[in-house]
Each structure stands twice: as C-alpha cells, then as structure tokens.
C-alpha cells in the first residue's frame, strides 16, 4: 500500500497558517521518499480558498469539509470530520505543525487510533525500513531519535520554523474533493463564548531599539529589578524584557514578556540574563540583530541563538559589564 | 466534586544531566527531582476549585518510582487530601499514551469528574498526556488553561492562544484540563501543612487493580522507541568570550561597539 501523508490544514483570514505550510512540505518530501502522496484536510466554513491555496502550494488531494459548525474551532468539530476521514484514507502520518490548536486537537484524534503523538518535532530521518523523527526533550537540552513501532497511522507535529516551506510550488494542480459533513450543536461540547486579548498592553517591545531581559536564573524579584535595572540605566535606557517564568511569579507585569506567548521583539541589541533559550523564548527574539547570552550554564541552548556569549553568574558578570558600558558610553 | 491532579516529578531544572551506557536514558542516581512546575500550577487550580465550592476532594496521582512519592507529599503538604502512587515496576518506562491508560483507569475507578493535569512534563517536553487521557475517557477537554470555574452545568474554561489572545468556553463535566504555568499564584507550604500531609493515605494500586493488563502500560506497552539521546550539535556561530568579569566586560564593550556598531 502506498504510504500517503495527510497534513491538517490550520487557517487564519482565508490562508493556511504557516506551520501547516511547513507541515506540507515535509509530507511531500516523506510521500516522495515512499511513493505516496501529500494529502492535507481542511475543516472551515467559507473555506473553499483555504482548500484551493493548499492544493496549489502542493498537496495531492486536499480534503475540504465545508459546516457552519465548524466556522469556529472547536476539538470536537474537527474531530468528528477529520477521524472518520483518516480511517477512510488509512494514510501513514499524520502531521501538524506544534501550535496550540495541534496540541488541544491531534491527541484527541490520535487516542481513538490508539496511537500516541511524536510531539515538536525538530528534524527526521528517512529510509526504506523507517522514519525516525528528532525532538529535543529537557528544554533542548537533549536531542532524542524517536521511531513509532505501533501500526499506521502514526502522528507527529512539527515544531515551528524547523523544516521550512521554502520549496512549496505554487501552481500544484493538487484536486479540492468537497465532503458533506453531518454535524449537530449537541456533538460539540465546547461551546465558545468569547475570544478575546488577554489583557492591556502598556509595553510596546516590538519597536525597542534595545532590550535587557532577564530569566528565572536571577532568583528573585529583587535580584532581577537590582542586576537589570544596571544594565538599563548604563545603556542610558532600554526596555526590559523578561522570560515566562519570571512574569508567572509576578516579579514583573505580564507585558514584559518575550516569547511566543508574549511579544516577538527585533530590537538591534538583546542581552539575555539567566534565560536557558526555551525555544518559546527564543522564537522571540531571533528578530534581534545582537544577542548577548550571559548563563552559568554553558550548554544552555540560549548560546545556540547568540552573537555573543557569556558563561558564568551573573551576580558577579552584570556588575562588571554594566560599569563598562557606562563608561564607554561617556568616552 | 472530587477532583483528580496528575502531577510527575522531573529532574530540577539545573540538573546536569548525564547518559547511560545505553545511551537511550539518563543517569537517575544524584539528580535532584522536583514536582514538574505547571503540575504544581494544576494542585493550586485543584485546592482553589475545592476552597470555591466549600466541599469536595483533591486527590492526586503520580506515575514513577520510589522517589516520586516526595511529589505526592509536597501536594498533600498544600493541601490535596489523598494520594495515589502507581509504582508498580510494570508501570514505569511507557510513552505518553501507557501513561494516559494508567491515568484514564484511576479516574474511572475514583469516579472523578474533573482531571486536571499539567500542560507539559518539561523531562520528555511531549505535551499530550492530558488529550489523550481526554481522547481515551472520550471526555470534554481544554488544553493551556489558563482560568477555570464551575459554572452551572460544567465548566468555564480560559484557554491561552498564541499572540495573547484568549478563548473563553464552556465544557461540560466530566472534564479534563491541561494546566498552564502561570495560571495562579502557588501558595507555600506551611509547616502545619507538612505535619498534617503526613498523616493522609496514599494508595499503591496495581494494574491488575486497575483492570490494566501489562503490554498496555509501561515499557511493555510503549509504541514510541527512544533510538538515541544525545547533547544537540552545536551549530552556533556564538562567540564565547572569556577571563576575568572586568576582562570580560572589556571585550564585550568593545565588540559591541566595533563589531556589532549598537553602542
Ligand atoms: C505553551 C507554552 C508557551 C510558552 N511561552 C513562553 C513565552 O512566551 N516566553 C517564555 O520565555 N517562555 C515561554 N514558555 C516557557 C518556556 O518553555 C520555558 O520554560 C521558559 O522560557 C524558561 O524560562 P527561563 O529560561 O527564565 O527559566 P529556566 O528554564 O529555569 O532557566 C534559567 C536559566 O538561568 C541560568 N542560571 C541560573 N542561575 C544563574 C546565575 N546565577 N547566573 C546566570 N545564569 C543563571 C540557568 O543555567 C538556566 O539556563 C512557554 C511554555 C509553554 C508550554
Ligand atoms: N508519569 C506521570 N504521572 C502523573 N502525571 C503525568 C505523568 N506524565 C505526565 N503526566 C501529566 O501530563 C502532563 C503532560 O505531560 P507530557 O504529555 O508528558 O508532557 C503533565 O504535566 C502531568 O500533569
């Protein structure tokens, strides 16, 4: 049997999302290295274009279910067109991109196959016998090769930016196969009241021309406000930034946060104070022009994204640098 | 309502880790462990939901050996009111999903409404434990909560989106959730609460208890293969600078000025 690959389909003002564009187009290159095809699903309402880009970016057949049910995600709408469709196509994989909708969705589908989720995926290997897919567990402190020995389908997401979609065509002549779908409100146990930002603003990042931010590596609240507060005042001002953690333990307002639950900041100067380089921090700030790492640690995977790095505590480091730069600030 | 906590004890963020011989695993002798940290986000959404309502039970359960019982004592320190070990050997070594199955067949035999688990076990990092629990109990779940409260008829539920954005529901019960980081303040624990955990009951069921036969759970059981674990390859262009803090701070300075050109 052919090893087809089937990509569910994410999509935000009519376009599939950009990890479901990468997802595409590492199912190719896996239907090409077993002679199966690139398959992708979308489920949406008014989606007919969504359907349409995906076959011309490069899926095979792309599997459209059209509901007003579905207009809004929900677990269950999703769940209920894509399942009985993948135990129709029996496709070998299925792929995401490792976004918030793959982690509350794919799981869910993946259970009823019995089968668990090779989940954020950061590269694979392919042969004849196997694929063997990459993560990075410990923070990425590690690089595991994972192999699924149970029976297809098999399910994995992908984590964003790691296999890029640069080699997508653009005039696939992929086919949009319409299904019906028969959905009722009672089959969908979430109901979706509001979507909403999650709070004021105060703190514009993105537009920091420089940024000190510090981690969980500083301790405390007071070590934070005292080590930071240093290095801000001798560059004459910056903005500061700070990692998930520190803002959890409310050392310091939630709009300071970098990362992908926070701001994307592309300041010309970041310096990073005790942050391991979670790559939810680190999808943050790979805009930055400079980036200087100071962390005890000297596998600390935030070294991986620095221009310059710095190994050691920064109890002893952040003094000494701040003085420097307030001193050739002045000269 | 009974409340049921999945919590899982993972090595200390500063752990050094180191491989075995195999080198599929890491060395476990002379890690430090600690209650992984969005799990100690679900025990204080779980004593929060029980402070609410004015009754009910928080009853948590860890899947791991001997020293995972040191996470079930800091939540009942906290305040939960009972504990449940699976440390049955046959347990141990499975993926996501064996996990998921011993977890699923406690819920059923503790008849709890509501599960609440982590977001994410930050050792294996898979994210998917407390969906696929939901997928196998075929229950209502929000994953990335970060906001709950029992409404009538169920749940209302805050999810975390990506670009700070939230989606506001509301799920039936019975209900699993994924816990986010971040969610609430984790109180401390108080030394009345460490005497007092002392003297609550923490159950060891077997699988054969649970109705689980052995090549479901654990290693036995387990689909997902660790082939190989190793440190990445350092593919960094970073430049490390060296010497003493004043040495340092030197070089920087003057990096960032030539070099870079940002001061
Ligand atoms: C869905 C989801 C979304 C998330 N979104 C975000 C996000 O938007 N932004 C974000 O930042 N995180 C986010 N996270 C969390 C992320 O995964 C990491 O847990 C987090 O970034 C770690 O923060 P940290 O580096 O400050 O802390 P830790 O991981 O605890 O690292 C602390 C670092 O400090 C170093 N250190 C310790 N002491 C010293 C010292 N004295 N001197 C120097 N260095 C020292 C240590 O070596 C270590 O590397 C998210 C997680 C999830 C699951
Ligand atoms: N061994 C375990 N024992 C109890 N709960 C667990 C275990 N493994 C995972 N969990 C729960 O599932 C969540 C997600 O874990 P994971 O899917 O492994 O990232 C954790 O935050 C825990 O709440």
């Not at chain 1, 070998?92 to 259970?111: K, N």
């Not at chain 2, 409404?113 to 977001?119: D, F």
Request: net charge negative; proline share 5%; aromatic share 4%.
């Amino acid at each position: 049997m052919a090893k087809d690959v089937l990509v569910v389909i994410e999509h935000e003002d009519g376009a599939p999302r950009r990890p479901s564009l990468e997802a595409l187009s590492l199912a190719r290159r896996m239907a090409q290295a077993t002679g199966g095809r690139a398959l992708a699903v979308v489920a949406g309402h008014g989606t007919e274009a969504v359907a349409q880009a995906v076959a011309s970016s490069g899926a095979d057949v792309v599997h459209h279910f059209d509901h007003e049910l579905l207009a809004q995600y929900t677990p269950d709408g999703y769940r209920l067109a894509i399942t009985p469709l993948i135990r129709e196509l029996e496709p070998e994989w299925v792929l995401m991109g490792h976004t918030y909708l793959a982690q509350d969705l794919l799981p869910l589908i993946s259970a009823t196959f019995d089968a668990p989720v090779i989940s954020d995926c950061v590269d694979m290997e392919i042969d004849a016998e196997k694929v063997v897919f990459h993560r990075q567990p410990y923070d990425a402190k590690l690089v595991a090769r994972i192999f699924d020995r149970g029976p297809a389908p098999h399910f994995a997401t992908l984590q964003s930016g790691a296999f890029p979609a640069d080699d997508l065509p653009q005039d696939h002549g992929g086919t949009v196969d319409a299904h019906t779908i028969d959905l009722s409100g009672d089959r969908i146990r979430r109901r979706v009241l509001e979507i909403h930002d999650a709070g004021e603003s105060t703190v514009d990042l993105s537009s920091a021309e420089m940024i000190v931010a510090g981690g969980r590596g500083l301790g405390s609240k007071e070590k934070f406000q005292q080590l930071i507060g240093q290095l801000v005042e001798a560059l004459g001002g910056a903005a500061v930034g700070a990692s998930r953690p520190v803002v959890d333990s409310e050392w310091l307002p939630h709009d300071h946060q970098i990362g992908s639950s926070g701001q994307i900041v592309s300041p010309k100067l970041y310096i990073g104070v005790g942050i391991s380089g979670a790559i939810q921090h680190v999808v943050g700030i790979r805009g930055s022009q400079v980036i200087v790492a100071i962390n005890k640690d000297k596998d600390a995977p935030i070294f991986n994204e620095a221009t310059y790095g710095i190994v050691g505590d920064a109890e002893e480091l952040v003094p000494a640098i701040a003085q420097a730069i307030a001193e050739a600030r002045q000269s | 309502m009974k409340i049921l906590v999945a919590i899982k004890q993972v090595p200390d963020k500063n752990a050094r880790l180191q491989l075995d011989e195999s080198g599929t695993r890491i060395v476990e002798t002379d890690l430090s462990w600690e209650t992984n940290e969005s799990d100690r986000y679900a025990v204080e959404t779980a004593l929060r939901l029980r402070e609410a309502a004015g009754e009910g039970e928080v009853v948590v359960v860890t899947l791991g050996p001997e020293r995972a019982r040191k996470a079930i004592s800091s939540a009942l320190a906290m305040g939960a009111d009972r504990g449940i070990h699976l440390v049955d050997p046959d347990f141990q070594g499975g993926d996501p999903l064996c996990v998921a199955r011993a977890l699923a067949a406690v819920a059923q035999a503790e008849e709890a409404p509501l599960v609440l688990c982590g977001t994410r076990a930050d050792d294996d990092g898979y994210a998917e434990t407390p969906i696929l629990l939901a997928g196998l109990l075929d229950r209502p779940a929000v994953f990335l909560t970060m906001g709950v409260e029992q409404v009538d008829g169920g749940l209302r539920v805050v999810r975390e989106l990506e670009a700070s954005r939230q989606e506001v529901s509301e799920i039936p019960l019975p209900a699993v959730l994924g816990i986010q980081s971040g969610i609430h303040e984790v109180r401390f624990t108080s030394l009345k609460g460490i005497m007092a955990a002392k003297k609550k009951p923490v159950g060891q069921p077997t699988p054969t208890e649970l109705g689980l036969s052995a090549d479901r759970i654990g290693k036995a059981g387990r689909r997902l293969e660790v082939l190989s674990l190793a440190p990445p390859e350092k593919k960094s262009q970073c430049e490390f600078i060296e010497g003493k803090p004043e040495e340092i701070a030197a070089t920087l300075v003057d990096k960032l000025r030539r070099e870079a050109k940002v001061l």
